[in-house]
Protein backbone atom coordinates (compact mmCIF):
# COMPACT_ATOMS: atom_id res chain seq x y z
CA UNK A 1 0.00 0.00 0.00
CA UNK A 2 2.64 2.21 1.10
CA UNK A 3 4.76 1.90 -2.54
CA UNK A 4 1.61 2.46 -4.21
CA UNK A 5 0.83 5.70 -2.79
CA UNK A 6 3.97 6.38 -3.12
CA UNK A 7 3.87 5.69 -6.85
CA UNK A 8 0.94 7.46 -7.13
CA UNK A 9 2.61 10.68 -5.57
CA UNK A 10 5.21 10.81 -7.56
CA UNK A 11 3.36 10.66 -10.91
CA UNK A 12 1.44 13.64 -9.46
CA UNK A 13 4.44 15.52 -8.98
CA UNK A 14 5.38 14.63 -12.32
CA UNK A 15 2.08 15.31 -13.65
CA UNK A 16 2.11 18.72 -11.91
CA UNK A 17 5.92 19.66 -13.48
CA UNK A 18 4.99 18.95 -16.79
CA UNK A 19 1.59 21.25 -16.55
CA UNK A 20 3.54 23.86 -15.45
CA UNK A 21 5.74 23.50 -18.19
CA UNK A 22 2.69 22.88 -20.60
CA UNK A 23 3.16 25.60 -23.99
CA UNK A 24 0.07 26.38 -25.63
CA UNK A 25 -0.19 29.08 -28.93
CA UNK A 26 -1.15 32.62 -28.21
CA UNK A 27 -1.71 35.75 -30.09
CA UNK A 28 0.16 38.29 -28.93
CA UNK A 29 -1.53 41.83 -29.80
CA UNK A 30 0.74 45.21 -29.67
CA UNK A 31 -0.69 48.41 -29.07
CA UNK A 32 1.40 50.24 -31.11
CA UNK A 33 3.07 49.77 -34.73
CA UNK A 34 6.42 51.74 -34.64
CA UNK A 35 8.41 51.53 -37.76
CA UNK A 36 12.26 53.13 -37.99
CA UNK A 37 13.13 52.62 -41.64
CA UNK A 38 9.92 51.72 -43.71
CA UNK A 39 7.62 54.16 -44.82
CA UNK A 40 4.55 54.28 -46.31
CA UNK A 41 5.84 56.98 -48.96
CA UNK A 42 8.25 53.71 -49.86
CA UNK A 43 6.25 50.78 -50.60
CA UNK A 44 8.51 48.74 -53.08
CA UNK A 45 10.44 48.17 -49.67
CA UNK A 46 7.26 45.76 -48.16
CA UNK A 47 5.13 45.48 -51.45
CA UNK A 48 5.82 43.40 -54.39
CA UNK A 49 5.65 45.35 -57.98
CA UNK A 50 2.31 43.12 -59.08
CA UNK A 51 0.74 44.25 -55.42
CA UNK A 52 1.28 48.12 -56.04
CA UNK A 53 0.38 47.82 -59.22
CA UNK A 54 -3.33 45.73 -58.10
CA UNK A 55 -3.74 48.52 -55.65
CA UNK A 56 -3.05 50.78 -58.54
CA UNK A 57 -5.88 49.32 -60.53
CA UNK A 58 -7.42 49.68 -57.59
CA UNK A 59 -7.28 53.00 -56.35
CA UNK A 60 -6.11 51.88 -53.17
CA UNK A 61 -3.24 53.21 -51.12
CA UNK A 62 -1.05 51.50 -48.69
CA UNK A 63 -1.44 51.56 -45.05
CA UNK A 64 -0.41 50.60 -41.97
CA UNK A 65 -1.71 47.79 -41.83
CA UNK A 66 0.93 46.94 -44.90
CA UNK A 67 3.47 47.66 -42.38
CA UNK A 68 5.14 44.47 -40.48
CA UNK A 69 4.86 44.58 -36.50
CA UNK A 70 7.99 46.24 -34.95
CA UNK A 71 10.89 44.26 -34.88
CA UNK A 72 11.77 45.61 -31.06
CA UNK A 73 8.50 43.93 -29.67
CA UNK A 74 8.62 40.96 -31.44
CA UNK A 75 12.48 40.33 -30.13
CA UNK A 76 11.17 41.07 -26.28
CA UNK A 77 8.00 38.51 -26.81
CA UNK A 78 10.43 36.01 -28.80
CA UNK A 79 12.38 35.92 -25.33
CA UNK A 80 9.63 35.38 -23.26
CA UNK A 81 8.50 32.20 -25.63
CA UNK A 82 9.48 28.78 -26.61
CA UNK A 83 9.25 29.98 -30.44
CA UNK A 84 7.78 32.11 -32.56
CA UNK A 85 5.38 30.74 -35.44
CA UNK A 86 4.74 33.90 -37.78
CA UNK A 87 3.24 37.63 -37.10
CA UNK A 88 0.83 39.18 -38.82
CA UNK A 89 0.67 42.95 -40.20
CA UNK A 90 -3.11 43.11 -40.50
CA UNK A 91 -3.33 42.04 -36.81
CA UNK A 92 -0.67 43.71 -35.85
CA UNK A 93 0.40 40.38 -33.53
CA UNK A 94 3.30 38.18 -32.72
CA UNK A 95 1.65 34.02 -32.52
CA UNK A 96 3.97 31.95 -30.85
CA UNK A 97 4.29 29.00 -28.61
CA UNK A 98 5.06 29.75 -24.55
CA UNK A 99 4.36 27.87 -21.25
CA UNK A 100 2.11 29.81 -18.69
CA UNK A 101 5.00 31.73 -17.06
CA UNK A 102 6.08 33.54 -20.50
CA UNK A 103 2.13 34.52 -21.20
CA UNK A 104 1.67 36.24 -17.74
CA UNK A 105 5.50 37.99 -18.46
CA UNK A 106 3.62 39.05 -21.96
CA UNK A 107 0.61 40.21 -20.81
CA UNK A 108 3.13 42.48 -18.50
CA UNK A 109 4.61 44.51 -20.98
CA UNK A 110 3.43 47.77 -22.04
CA UNK A 111 3.29 47.58 -25.76
CA UNK A 112 1.39 44.47 -25.23
CA UNK A 113 -2.64 45.28 -25.56
CA UNK A 114 -3.84 41.96 -24.98
CA UNK A 115 -2.55 37.85 -25.15
CA UNK A 116 -5.18 35.36 -26.48
CA UNK A 117 -4.85 31.75 -26.40
CA UNK A 118 -5.77 30.44 -29.61
CA UNK A 119 -4.19 26.88 -29.72
CA UNK A 120 -3.82 24.34 -26.92
CA UNK A 121 -0.39 22.31 -26.86
CA UNK A 122 1.48 21.90 -29.82
CA UNK A 123 1.66 18.37 -31.18
CA UNK A 124 5.36 19.21 -33.36
CA UNK A 125 8.67 20.89 -32.71
CA UNK A 126 10.37 22.94 -35.38
CA UNK A 127 13.69 23.35 -36.08
CA UNK A 128 15.66 24.39 -33.51
CA UNK A 129 16.78 27.23 -36.51
CA UNK A 130 13.41 28.63 -36.44
CA UNK A 131 14.12 31.32 -33.73
CA UNK A 132 16.38 33.14 -36.28
CA UNK A 133 13.99 32.70 -38.88
CA UNK A 134 11.17 34.24 -37.78
CA UNK A 135 8.28 35.21 -40.30
CA UNK A 136 8.27 39.05 -39.94
CA UNK A 137 5.95 39.74 -42.64
CA UNK A 138 7.82 41.57 -44.69
CA UNK A 139 7.42 39.02 -47.78
CA UNK A 140 8.80 41.17 -51.06
CA UNK A 141 9.68 37.83 -52.65
CA UNK A 142 10.69 38.40 -56.66
CA UNK A 143 9.10 36.15 -58.14
CA UNK A 144 -10.20 20.68 -38.22
CA UNK A 145 -10.32 17.89 -38.52
CA UNK A 146 -11.59 17.22 -41.99
CA UNK A 147 -15.09 17.12 -40.73
CA UNK A 148 -14.61 21.02 -40.31
CA UNK A 149 -13.18 21.38 -44.39
CA UNK A 150 -16.35 21.71 -45.84
CA UNK A 151 -16.39 18.62 -47.71
CA UNK A 152 -17.76 14.71 -47.33
CA UNK A 153 -16.39 11.31 -47.69
CA UNK A 154 -14.92 10.96 -50.99
CA UNK A 155 -16.17 8.09 -53.22
CA UNK A 156 -14.94 6.54 -56.93
CA UNK A 157 -17.22 8.02 -59.71
CA UNK A 158 -18.08 7.95 -62.87
CA UNK A 159 -19.63 10.77 -63.65
CA UNK A 160 -18.88 13.18 -66.55
CA UNK A 161 -17.32 16.68 -65.57
CA UNK A 162 -19.45 18.16 -68.32
CA UNK A 163 -22.21 18.93 -66.32
CA UNK A 164 -20.50 21.01 -63.53
CA UNK A 165 -18.80 22.86 -66.26
CA UNK A 166 -22.13 23.19 -68.28
CA UNK A 167 -24.07 25.06 -65.54
CA UNK A 168 -21.65 27.75 -65.01
CA UNK A 169 -20.70 28.18 -68.67
CA UNK A 170 -17.08 27.16 -68.09
CA UNK A 171 -17.66 25.45 -71.40
CA UNK A 172 -18.38 28.47 -73.37
CA UNK A 173 -15.55 30.71 -71.47
CA UNK A 174 -13.07 27.85 -72.88
CA UNK A 175 -14.82 27.88 -76.47
CA UNK A 176 -13.98 31.96 -76.43
CA UNK A 177 -10.34 31.24 -74.97
CA UNK A 178 -10.27 32.52 -71.86
CA UNK A 179 -8.74 29.80 -69.34
CA UNK A 180 -7.51 32.24 -66.31
CA UNK A 181 -4.12 32.88 -68.02
CA UNK A 182 -2.51 35.90 -66.11
CA UNK A 183 -5.02 35.70 -63.24
CA UNK A 184 -2.96 34.65 -59.92
CA UNK A 185 -5.40 32.39 -57.47
CA UNK A 186 -4.36 31.55 -54.29
CA UNK A 187 -5.79 28.59 -52.63
CA UNK A 188 -5.87 28.19 -48.40
CA UNK A 189 -6.65 24.57 -47.54
CA UNK A 190 -5.19 21.70 -45.65
CA UNK A 191 -2.76 19.98 -47.98
CA UNK A 192 -1.96 18.93 -51.51
CA UNK A 193 -0.57 15.41 -51.31
CA UNK A 194 -0.37 14.02 -54.94
CA UNK A 195 -0.59 17.36 -56.69
CA UNK A 196 3.00 16.88 -57.61
CA UNK A 197 2.56 13.85 -59.54
CA UNK A 198 -1.03 14.00 -61.05
CA UNK A 199 -1.32 14.06 -64.53
CA UNK A 200 -4.30 16.17 -64.72
CA UNK A 201 -1.95 19.08 -63.13
CA UNK A 202 0.99 18.10 -64.64
CA UNK A 203 1.06 21.50 -66.89
CA UNK A 204 1.13 23.63 -63.16
CA UNK A 205 4.77 22.15 -62.99
CA UNK A 206 5.87 21.74 -66.73
CA UNK A 207 4.69 25.71 -66.99
CA UNK A 208 5.96 26.57 -63.58
CA UNK A 209 2.31 27.82 -62.89
CA UNK A 210 3.21 27.30 -58.98
CA UNK A 211 4.61 30.45 -58.16
CA UNK A 212 4.74 30.22 -54.42
CA UNK A 213 4.03 26.95 -51.53
CA UNK A 214 3.87 28.09 -47.69
CA UNK A 215 2.44 25.92 -44.59
CA UNK A 216 1.28 27.97 -42.09
CA UNK A 217 0.76 25.33 -39.64
CA UNK A 218 4.49 24.00 -39.54
CA UNK A 219 6.30 27.43 -41.10
CA UNK A 220 9.27 25.37 -41.00
CA UNK A 221 7.87 22.72 -43.25
CA UNK A 222 8.95 23.18 -46.73
CA UNK A 223 6.88 20.20 -48.56
CA UNK A 224 3.67 20.90 -48.90
CA UNK A 225 2.21 18.31 -51.25
CA UNK A 226 1.65 16.36 -48.18
CA UNK A 227 -1.03 15.93 -45.28
CA UNK A 228 -4.58 16.00 -45.73
CA UNK A 229 -5.95 15.48 -49.52
CA UNK A 230 -8.85 18.11 -49.35
CA UNK A 231 -6.83 21.13 -50.99
CA UNK A 232 -5.54 18.80 -54.30
CA UNK A 233 -9.32 18.25 -54.41
CA UNK A 234 -10.33 21.66 -54.55
CA UNK A 235 -7.54 22.91 -56.37
CA UNK A 236 -8.56 20.49 -59.08
CA UNK A 237 -11.87 21.82 -59.96
CA UNK A 238 -9.74 25.39 -60.50
CA UNK A 239 -6.77 23.98 -62.43
CA UNK A 240 -7.30 20.09 -63.81
CA UNK A 241 -6.63 19.87 -67.70
CA UNK A 242 -7.15 16.11 -68.83
CA UNK A 243 -9.35 15.23 -71.31
CA UNK A 244 -10.85 12.26 -70.84
CA UNK A 245 -10.27 12.87 -66.83
CA UNK A 246 -11.39 16.34 -65.99
CA UNK A 247 -10.83 19.34 -67.78
CA UNK A 248 -12.00 22.65 -65.19
CA UNK A 249 -11.85 26.06 -66.01
CA UNK A 250 -8.80 28.11 -64.76
CA UNK A 251 -6.00 25.83 -65.87
CA UNK A 252 -3.85 28.57 -67.21
CA UNK A 253 -3.70 30.50 -64.01
CA UNK A 254 -0.96 30.99 -61.84
CA UNK A 255 -1.07 29.54 -58.18
CA UNK A 256 -0.10 29.99 -54.67
CA UNK A 257 -0.39 26.98 -52.47
CA UNK A 258 -1.42 27.60 -48.73
CA UNK A 259 -1.34 24.88 -46.04
CA UNK A 260 -3.95 27.45 -43.39
CA UNK A 261 -5.90 24.65 -41.60
CA UNK A 262 -4.68 22.04 -39.00
CA UNK A 263 -6.87 18.47 -39.25
CA UNK A 264 -5.36 16.91 -36.34
CA UNK A 265 -7.53 19.78 -33.67
CA UNK A 266 -9.78 22.62 -34.61
CA UNK A 267 -8.61 25.87 -32.81
CA UNK A 268 -8.82 29.75 -33.79
CA UNK A 269 -5.25 29.42 -34.28
CA UNK A 270 -6.02 28.48 -37.78
CA UNK A 271 -8.43 31.68 -38.42
CA UNK A 272 -4.35 33.56 -38.01
CA UNK A 273 -2.71 30.96 -40.49
CA UNK A 274 -4.78 32.25 -42.45
CA UNK A 275 -4.85 35.53 -41.82
CA UNK A 276 -0.73 35.20 -42.58
CA UNK A 277 -1.72 33.41 -45.97
CA UNK A 278 -3.88 36.35 -46.77
CA UNK A 279 -1.31 39.03 -46.10
CA UNK A 280 1.42 36.67 -47.89
CA UNK A 281 -0.45 36.42 -50.92
CA UNK A 282 -1.22 39.92 -51.16
CA UNK A 283 2.17 40.93 -50.75
CA UNK A 284 2.60 38.67 -54.08
CA UNK A 285 0.02 40.67 -56.16
CA UNK A 286 -2.62 37.59 -56.17
CA UNK A 287 -6.30 38.72 -57.73
CA UNK A 288 -8.07 35.54 -56.25
CA UNK A 289 -8.02 33.93 -53.05
CA UNK A 290 -9.89 30.76 -52.77
CA UNK A 291 -10.74 28.96 -49.58
CA UNK A 292 -12.81 26.42 -48.96
CA UNK A 293 -12.67 26.01 -45.06
CA UNK A 294 -14.29 27.61 -42.30
CA UNK A 295 -15.20 28.49 -38.46
CA UNK A 296 -17.49 27.65 -35.98
CA UNK A 297 -17.31 25.15 -33.42
CA UNK A 298 -13.79 24.14 -31.90
CA UNK A 299 -12.30 21.51 -29.70
CA UNK A 300 -12.00 24.27 -26.45
CA UNK A 301 -16.09 25.13 -26.01
CA UNK A 302 -14.78 28.57 -24.73
CA UNK A 303 -13.60 29.26 -28.06
CA UNK A 304 -16.77 28.31 -30.47
CA UNK A 305 -19.35 31.50 -31.70
CA UNK A 306 -22.81 32.39 -31.31
CA UNK A 307 -24.72 33.59 -34.29
CA UNK A 308 -24.34 37.37 -33.40
CA UNK A 309 -20.39 36.96 -33.87
CA UNK A 310 -21.07 36.16 -37.33
CA UNK A 311 -22.06 39.57 -38.27
CA UNK A 312 -18.97 40.32 -40.31
CA UNK A 313 -16.62 42.02 -38.39
CA UNK A 314 -16.25 39.74 -35.66
CA UNK A 315 -14.07 37.13 -35.91
CA UNK A 316 -10.36 37.29 -36.80
CA UNK A 317 -10.80 35.75 -39.86
CA UNK A 318 -13.69 37.18 -41.39
CA UNK A 319 -12.02 40.57 -40.30
CA UNK A 320 -8.93 39.38 -42.27
CA UNK A 321 -11.12 38.32 -45.18
CA UNK A 322 -12.65 41.31 -45.07
CA UNK A 323 -9.13 43.29 -45.43
CA UNK A 324 -7.91 41.14 -48.09
CA UNK A 325 -11.19 42.68 -50.12
CA UNK A 326 -10.29 45.95 -49.14
CA UNK A 327 -6.78 45.47 -50.64
CA UNK A 328 -8.80 44.52 -54.04
CA UNK A 329 -8.36 40.35 -53.65
CA UNK A 330 -10.95 38.24 -54.61
CA UNK A 331 -12.04 36.47 -51.68
CA UNK A 332 -14.08 33.14 -52.63
CA UNK A 333 -15.06 30.98 -49.56
CA UNK A 334 -17.47 28.18 -49.14
CA UNK A 335 -20.26 28.99 -47.14
CA UNK A 336 -20.42 25.62 -44.72
CA UNK A 337 -22.02 22.50 -44.77
CA UNK A 338 -23.98 22.85 -41.75
CA UNK A 339 -27.55 23.42 -43.98
CA UNK A 340 -29.10 20.56 -41.23
CA UNK A 341 -29.08 23.20 -38.60
CA UNK A 342 -31.66 25.46 -40.73
CA UNK A 343 -31.11 29.16 -40.93
CA UNK A 344 -27.99 31.17 -40.20
CA UNK A 345 -25.80 27.98 -40.34
CA UNK A 346 -23.22 29.48 -42.02
CA UNK A 347 -19.37 29.66 -41.12
CA UNK A 348 -16.70 32.21 -40.17
CA UNK A 349 -15.34 34.08 -42.92
CA UNK A 350 -18.24 33.95 -45.18
CA UNK A 351 -19.73 35.94 -43.13
CA UNK A 352 -17.78 38.93 -44.13
CA UNK A 353 -19.29 41.54 -46.59
CA UNK A 354 -17.51 41.80 -50.41
CA UNK A 355 -16.64 38.83 -50.61
CA UNK A 356 -17.97 35.61 -52.58
CA UNK A 357 -19.53 33.04 -50.07
CA UNK A 358 -20.80 30.03 -52.03
CA UNK A 359 -23.30 27.52 -51.70
CA UNK A 360 -24.24 24.53 -52.87
CA UNK A 361 -26.72 22.90 -55.73
CA UNK A 362 -27.74 19.52 -56.69
CA UNK A 363 -28.32 18.48 -60.57
CA UNK A 364 -32.38 19.70 -60.53
CA UNK A 365 -30.92 23.22 -59.19
CA UNK A 366 -32.48 22.97 -55.51
CA UNK A 367 -30.47 24.04 -52.73
CA UNK A 368 -27.58 21.22 -51.12
CA UNK A 369 -29.16 19.66 -48.18
CA UNK A 370 -25.48 20.17 -46.15
CA UNK A 371 -25.13 23.85 -47.61
CA UNK A 372 -25.09 26.39 -45.10
CA UNK A 373 -27.81 29.24 -45.16
CA UNK A 374 -28.33 32.77 -44.06
CA UNK A 375 -28.92 35.29 -42.97
CA UNK A 376 -25.94 36.13 -40.86
CA UNK A 377 -25.62 37.80 -37.10
CA UNK A 378 -26.32 41.17 -38.60
CA UNK A 379 -29.22 39.91 -40.87
CA UNK A 380 -27.88 40.41 -44.55
CA UNK A 381 -27.96 37.36 -46.99
CA UNK A 382 -25.76 34.60 -47.66
CA UNK A 383 -24.23 32.79 -49.64
CA UNK A 384 -23.93 34.93 -52.48
CA UNK A 385 -23.50 32.66 -55.34
CA UNK A 386 -24.08 29.14 -55.67
CA UNK A 387 -22.72 26.15 -57.90
CA UNK A 388 -22.57 22.35 -58.48
CA UNK A 389 -21.58 20.77 -54.78
CA UNK A 390 -23.70 17.42 -55.12
CA UNK A 391 -20.36 14.90 -55.80
CA UNK A 392 -18.98 17.01 -58.49
CA UNK A 393 -16.12 14.84 -60.63
CA UNK A 394 -12.26 16.06 -59.01
CA UNK A 395 -9.02 14.43 -58.82
CA UNK A 396 -7.71 12.80 -55.73
CA UNK A 397 -4.28 12.29 -54.39
CA UNK A 398 -3.89 9.41 -56.23
CA UNK A 399 -4.58 10.81 -59.23
CA UNK A 400 -7.56 9.25 -59.85
CA UNK A 401 -11.27 10.95 -60.71
CA UNK A 402 -13.59 10.90 -57.77
CA UNK A 403 -16.64 12.79 -56.59
CA UNK A 404 -16.98 14.41 -53.23
CA UNK A 405 -20.27 16.83 -51.72
CA UNK A 406 -19.59 19.66 -49.66
CA UNK A 407 -19.67 23.71 -50.80
CA UNK A 408 -15.99 23.37 -50.58
CA UNK A 409 -15.85 21.74 -54.15
CA UNK A 410 -18.72 24.43 -55.58
CA UNK A 411 -16.09 27.64 -53.94
CA UNK A 412 -13.50 26.50 -56.76
CA UNK A 413 -15.33 26.47 -59.44
CA UNK A 414 -17.08 29.90 -58.90
CA UNK A 415 -13.27 30.99 -58.40
CA UNK A 416 -12.42 29.35 -61.83
CA UNK A 417 -15.46 31.52 -63.39
CA UNK A 418 -14.07 34.61 -61.57
CA UNK A 419 -10.29 34.12 -63.06
CA UNK A 420 -11.69 33.41 -66.83
CA UNK A 421 -13.81 36.54 -66.43
CA UNK A 422 -10.98 38.40 -64.90
CA UNK A 423 -8.52 37.31 -68.27
CA UNK A 424 -11.22 38.66 -70.43
CA UNK A 425 -11.84 41.70 -68.96
CA UNK A 426 -8.61 42.34 -66.92
CA UNK A 427 -9.40 46.56 -66.72
CA UNK A 428 -12.67 45.45 -64.31
CA UNK A 429 -11.94 45.96 -61.16
CA UNK A 430 -12.60 43.80 -58.30
CA UNK A 431 -16.23 45.53 -57.62
CA UNK A 432 -17.06 45.44 -61.14
CA UNK A 433 -16.06 41.71 -61.54
CA UNK A 434 -18.68 41.09 -58.47
CA UNK A 435 -21.23 42.78 -59.74
CA UNK A 436 -21.26 41.25 -62.94
CA UNK A 437 -21.13 37.84 -61.56
CA UNK A 438 -24.13 38.42 -59.33
CA UNK A 439 -25.83 40.00 -62.40
CA UNK A 440 -25.40 36.72 -64.54
CA UNK A 441 -26.74 34.58 -61.79
CA UNK A 442 -30.41 33.08 -61.64
CA UNK A 443 -32.15 34.54 -59.33
CA UNK A 444 -30.49 38.07 -58.97
CA UNK A 445 -34.08 39.70 -58.95
CA UNK A 446 -34.98 37.90 -56.03
CA UNK A 447 -31.73 36.76 -53.97
CA UNK A 448 -32.20 34.25 -50.82
CA UNK A 449 -30.24 32.87 -47.89
CA UNK A 450 -30.45 29.50 -49.62
CA UNK A 451 -28.68 30.20 -52.41
CA UNK A 452 -27.91 33.93 -52.55
CA UNK A 453 -28.22 35.44 -56.43
CA UNK A 454 -27.99 32.01 -57.65
CA UNK A 455 -25.75 29.76 -60.17
CA UNK A 456 -23.76 32.65 -62.37
CA UNK A 457 -23.03 31.96 -65.85
CA UNK A 458 -20.25 33.28 -68.07
CA UNK A 459 -21.74 34.37 -71.05
CA UNK A 460 -23.97 36.95 -68.95
CA UNK A 461 -21.60 37.70 -66.94
CA UNK A 462 -19.39 38.96 -69.46
CA UNK A 463 -21.15 39.87 -72.57
CA UNK A 464 -24.21 41.55 -70.74
CA UNK A 465 -22.85 44.67 -70.00
CA UNK A 466 -21.13 44.91 -73.43
CA UNK A 467 -24.35 44.26 -75.11
CA UNK A 468 -25.98 47.21 -73.20
CA UNK A 469 -23.04 49.40 -73.34
CA UNK A 470 -23.20 52.58 -75.36
CA UNK A 471 -21.76 51.91 -78.65
CA UNK A 472 -19.43 55.49 -77.86
CA UNK A 473 -18.17 53.83 -74.97
CA UNK A 474 -17.61 50.32 -76.70
CA UNK A 475 -15.14 52.52 -79.52
CA UNK A 476 -13.21 54.47 -77.03
CA UNK A 477 -9.92 53.36 -75.29
CA UNK A 478 -9.49 50.19 -77.30
CA UNK A 479 -6.12 48.36 -78.69
CA UNK A 480 -6.33 46.32 -81.70
CA UNK A 481 -5.57 43.63 -82.97
CA UNK A 482 -5.02 41.98 -79.76
CA UNK A 483 -3.40 39.17 -79.84
CA UNK A 484 -0.73 40.81 -81.67
CA UNK A 485 1.49 38.85 -84.09
CA UNK A 486 3.02 42.07 -86.07
CA UNK A 487 4.85 45.15 -84.83
CA UNK A 488 2.31 47.71 -84.97
CA UNK A 489 -0.26 48.34 -82.45
CA UNK A 490 -3.46 50.47 -83.10
CA UNK A 491 -5.09 52.28 -80.28
CA UNK A 492 -8.35 54.11 -80.44
CA UNK A 493 -8.97 57.19 -77.80
CA UNK A 494 -12.01 58.79 -76.81
CA UNK A 495 -12.78 61.77 -78.08
CA UNK A 496 -9.40 63.59 -77.05
CA UNK A 497 -6.64 64.26 -79.05
CA UNK A 498 -3.85 62.39 -76.12
CA UNK A 499 -3.87 59.63 -74.78
CA UNK A 500 -1.43 58.30 -72.01
CA UNK A 501 0.13 54.74 -72.31
CA UNK A 502 1.36 52.44 -69.88
CA UNK A 503 2.59 48.75 -70.62
CA UNK A 504 3.68 46.17 -67.49
CA UNK A 505 4.62 43.05 -67.94
CA UNK A 506 3.50 40.08 -65.76
CA UNK A 507 6.99 40.37 -63.20
CA UNK A 508 5.00 44.13 -62.69
CA UNK A 509 7.50 46.12 -64.52
CA UNK A 510 6.44 48.84 -66.68
CA UNK A 511 8.19 48.06 -69.88
CA UNK A 512 6.65 51.60 -71.83
CA UNK A 513 5.19 54.84 -70.30
CA UNK A 514 4.41 57.36 -72.72
CA UNK A 515 1.79 60.23 -73.79
CA UNK A 516 0.22 60.24 -77.40
CA UNK A 517 -0.57 62.64 -79.39
CA UNK A 518 -2.68 62.35 -82.74
CA UNK A 519 -3.58 65.37 -85.12
CA UNK A 520 -6.87 63.73 -86.81
CA UNK A 521 -8.89 62.31 -84.03
CA UNK A 522 -11.11 60.30 -86.17
CA UNK A 523 -8.05 58.00 -86.63
CA UNK A 524 -6.63 55.40 -84.23
CA UNK A 525 -2.85 56.04 -82.87
CA UNK A 526 -0.11 53.22 -84.50
CA UNK A 527 2.15 52.49 -81.80
CA UNK A 528 5.71 50.18 -82.97
CA UNK A 529 6.35 47.27 -80.66
CA UNK A 530 9.19 45.74 -81.91
CA UNK A 531 11.12 45.97 -78.75
CA UNK A 532 8.85 43.93 -76.71
CA UNK A 533 8.94 40.39 -76.65
CA UNK A 534 6.41 38.15 -76.50
CA UNK A 535 4.16 37.63 -73.70
CA UNK A 536 1.18 39.05 -71.87
CA UNK A 537 0.90 42.65 -70.54
CA UNK A 538 -1.24 44.70 -68.38
CA UNK A 539 -1.81 47.90 -70.14
CA UNK A 540 -3.38 51.08 -68.75
CA UNK A 541 -4.35 53.77 -70.82
CA UNK A 542 -5.82 57.02 -69.57
CA UNK A 543 -7.44 59.97 -71.36
CA UNK A 544 -8.62 62.85 -68.83
CA UNK A 545 -9.58 61.44 -66.04
CA UNK A 546 -10.59 58.19 -67.60
CA UNK A 547 -8.45 55.13 -66.86
CA UNK A 548 -8.49 51.70 -68.84
CA UNK A 549 -6.56 48.23 -68.22
CA UNK A 550 -6.67 45.51 -70.34
CA UNK A 551 -4.61 42.51 -71.47
CA UNK A 552 -2.57 42.73 -74.38
CA UNK A 553 -0.74 39.86 -75.41
CA UNK A 554 2.35 39.42 -78.32
CA UNK A 555 2.74 36.96 -80.21
Not at 38 to 44: C, D, Q, T, Y
Not at 307 to 331: F, H, P, Q
Not at 459 to 474: F, H, R, V, W
Not at 484 to 489: K, M
Amino acid sequence: MERSSYGMGLLLVLFLAFSAKAQDRYAVYFKYKPQTSLSLSRPAEFLTPKAILRREKEAIQPDSLDLPVSAKYLSEVADLSEYVLYTSKWMNAAVLVADQAGRDAMVALPFVDRVELVARGFLEKPNARLRNQVDDGVTVEKEGRVSKLNTRELALTDNSYDFQNELIGIDRMHADGYTGNGVLIAVFDAGFPGTNTSSALAHLFSNNQIIAEKDFVRPWNSDIFTAHQHGTNVLSLIAANEPGKLVSGAYDSDFILMITEEVATEYRVEELNWVRAAEYSDSLGVDIISSSVGYWDFDDLDMNYRLEDLDGKTTVITRGASIASGKGILVVNSVGNYGASGASSLVAPADAEDIISVGSVKTNGEVSTFSSRGPTGDGRFKPELSAFGDSPSLIRSNGSVGSSSGTSFSAPQITALAAGLWEAKPEWTKAQLMENLFRSASQYDAPNNLLGYGVPNYYDALYGEILSAPEEEKKALRLFPNPIQGDVLSIHFGTGSSCTIRLVDTGGRTLLEQELLRTNTSSPYTLGLQDIKPGLYLVLLSEGGYVKHTKLIRH
